[in-house]
């Protein structure tokens, strides 16, 4: 199957895609750095530099998926807040190329802001114009007006190409990616297919990782940590295993456990030593200061982030059970991400870091990507059951957006 992969960054999501077996027709990218790495890693060919206005759609066709992740600036809890006021917001031109090209399914990925309440408006207009791309916006009317029309488009004439759209807040960690990094994933799938849509069924959890810790201690085993070096159990790790057993007695969780960064990053030499792993180098200046303690090594990273201005603090350092701290190489952090060792990021170290932050975890895309070939694939046509559409229905949409979602925490 062919893909446009739009905002590529480094790479993450198209080398996800690959790997799931989608084949790219092009990945644009306007970022120098992020296109000098997208060189390295795909056909030079494929890769435009350049602003995406300039890309001409015209020169594609058979385009079965447009996938990729409009920059998140307008929407992270870190930023401005902006959303359609910032001029950097993409979903529009992403709408666009779904219009013109009708791929059979599209694929886009931002950060957990987007749900904000502040921003149930326009992300509702995202994925009423995701639904409806082809519906014409009136040349002097702004977003607001058009999401208007578009909330009454059931009592109107609309014969233009139309997706099947699902969202969701996922955990990459419950895919087994040593991150917690919360993302929403929006998925499309054309109408006409008559394909039905449901998000891969989580692998990892929370409960199996503390359940080997502490209740079988197989994960201490496997690490060769001695007794001595293993954290004490106190009263909360001792509460925590009287819930654990009580609900699942004396049967093991069935869900592989949470990976931690000590699990990704187990066979690597300290970054000091003489190993000659060029983007394995130890970087000075490491330090703990408030809210920034850095990743715990026996639990999964915290959220690895690019930054406005470079590398930020705590999101990018291991924290060791002696309470130490140092900066991720460049090849942990690309573990950190799912991204294959061989994989080249170019730049300076703090470019590298941000590319690497930016980007989407490899093998969550990846299993994304199988499970929409699987999907598209299905010879048989599948019997969409009677449900509510979150399109046609702004009540459930915004209860969808809004609901607090408790994330698994991990007491150590």
């Given at each position: 199957?062919?893909?446009l992969e739009?905002?590529?960054?480094?790479?993450?999501?198209?080398?996800?895609?690959e790997?799931?077996?989608?084949k790219?027709?092009a990945?644009?990218?306007?970022?120098?750095?992020?296109?000098?790495?997208?060189?390295?890693?795909?056909?030079?060919?494929?890769?435009?530099f350049?602003?995406?206005?300039?890309?001409?759609?015209?020169?594609?066709?058979?385009?079965d998926?447009?996938?990729?992740?409009?920059?998140?600036?307008?929407?992270?809890?870190?930023?401005?807040?902006q959303?359609?006021?910032d001029?950097?917001?993409?979903?529009?031109l992403?709408?666009?190329a779904?219009?013109?090209?009708?791929p059979?399914?599209?694929?886009?990925?931002?950060?957990?802001?987007l749900?904000?309440?502040?921003?149930?408006?326009?992300?509702?207009?995202?994925?009423?114009?995701l639904?409806y791309?082809?519906?014409?916006?009136?040349?002097?009317s702004?977003?607001?007006q058009?999401?208007d029309?578009?909330?009454?488009i059931?009592?109107?004439?609309?014969?233009?190409?139309k997706y099947n759209?699902?969202?969701?807040?996922i955990?990459a960690a419950?895919?087994g990616?040593?991150?917690?990094?919360d993302?929403?994933?929006?998925?499309?799938?054309r109408?006409?297919l008559?394909?039905?849509w449901?998000f891969?069924?989580?692998?990892?959890?929370?409960?199996?990782?503390?359940?080997?810790m502490?209740?079988?201690?197989?994960?201490?085993?496997?690490?060769?940590i001695?007794?001595?070096?293993?954290?004490s159990?106190d009263?909360?790790?001792?509460?925590?295993?009287?819930?654990l057993t009580?609900?699942?007695?004396k049967?093991?969780?069935v869900l592989?456990?949470?990976q931690?960064v000590r699990d990704?990053?187990?066979?690597?030499?300290?970054?000091?030593?003489?190993?000659?792993?060029?983007?394995?180098?130890f970087?000075?200046?490491?330090?703990i200061?408030p809210?920034?303690?850095g990743s715990?090594?026996?639990a999964?990273?915290?959220?690895?982030?690019?930054?406005?201005?470079g590398?930020?603090?705590?999101?990018?350092m291991?924290?060791?059970p002696?309470?130490?701290?140092?900066?991720?190489?460049?090849l942990?952090a690309?573990?950190?991400?799912?991204?294959?060792?061989?994989?080249?990021?170019k730049?300076?170290?703090?470019?590298?870091?941000?590319q690497i932050?930016?980007?989407?975890?490899v093998?969550l895309?990846?299993i994304?990507g199988?499970?929409l070939?699987?999907?598209?694939?299905?010879?048989?046509?599948?019997?969409r059951?009677?449900?509510?559409?979150?399109?046609d229905?702004r009540?459930?949409?915004?209860v969808?957006?809004?609901?607090?979602?408790?994330?698994?925490?991990?007491e150590?």
């Amino acid at each position: 199957m062919n893909s446009l992969e739009l905002f590529s960054g480094a790479g993450g999501l198209a080398k996800g895609l690959e790997l799931a077996g989608f084949k790219h027709a092009a990945l644009v990218e306007n970022n120098k750095h992020a296109c000098a790495s997208l060189c390295e890693n795909f056909d030079t060919g494929k890769v435009f530099f350049g602003d995406i206005r300039d890309f001409d759609l015209e020169t594609l066709t058979n385009i079965d998926l447009v996938a990729g992740g409009p920059p998140c600036q307008p929407f992270s809890l870190g930023g401005k807040h902006q959303a359609d006021r910032d001029k950097r917001d993409m979903f529009p031109l992403a709408i666009h190329a779904i219009e013109r090209l009708k791929p059979k399914a599209f694929i886009f990925e931002n950060v957990k802001g987007l749900l904000r309440q502040t921003f149930a408006d326009y992300f509702e207009y995202i994925l009423l114009r995701l639904t409806y791309p082809s519906f014409d916006v009136e040349v002097d009317s702004d977003w607001q007006q058009h999401l208007d029309e578009l909330r009454r488009i059931s009592k109107l004439s609309y014969s233009g190409t139309k997706y099947n759209v699902q969202f969701k807040l996922i955990n990459a960690a419950n895919y087994g990616v040593p991150q917690n990094r919360d993302r929403v994933i929006i998925v499309g799938i054309r109408s006409d297919l008559d394909r039905e849509w449901t998000f891969p069924a989580e692998t990892h959890s929370a409960d199996r990782l503390f359940w080997d810790m502490y209740v079988t201690k197989e994960y201490w085993e496997r690490h060769e940590i001695c007794k001595s070096e293993r954290p004490s159990i106190d009263r909360l790790i001792e509460a925590k295993m009287f819930k654990l057993t009580e609900k699942y007695g004396k049967f093991e969780p069935v869900l592989m456990p949470w990976q931690t960064v000590r699990d990704a990053l187990s066979n690597l030499p300290d970054p000091q030593s003489n190993h000659g792993i060029k983007d394995h180098l130890f970087h000075d200046g490491a330090r703990i200061y408030p809210g920034h303690t850095g990743s715990i090594l026996d639990a999964p990273a915290k959220t690895i982030k690019a930054g406005d201005h470079g590398v930020p603090g705590g999101e990018n350092m291991i924290r060791f059970p002696d309470c130490t701290v140092r900066y991720l190489t460049v090849l942990e952090a690309k573990r950190l991400q799912t991204f294959p060792d061989d994989f080249v990021i170019k730049g300076v170290w703090g470019e590298v870091m941000k590319q690497i932050g930016n980007a989407v975890p490899v093998l969550l895309a990846e299993i994304v990507g199988r499970k929409l070939i699987e999907t598209l694939n299905s010879r048989n046509n599948l019997v969409r059951m009677e449900r509510v559409s979150t399109l046609d229905n702004r009540q459930l949409i915004l209860v969808r957006c809004f609901k607090i979602l408790e994330k698994p925490t991990l007491e150590i």
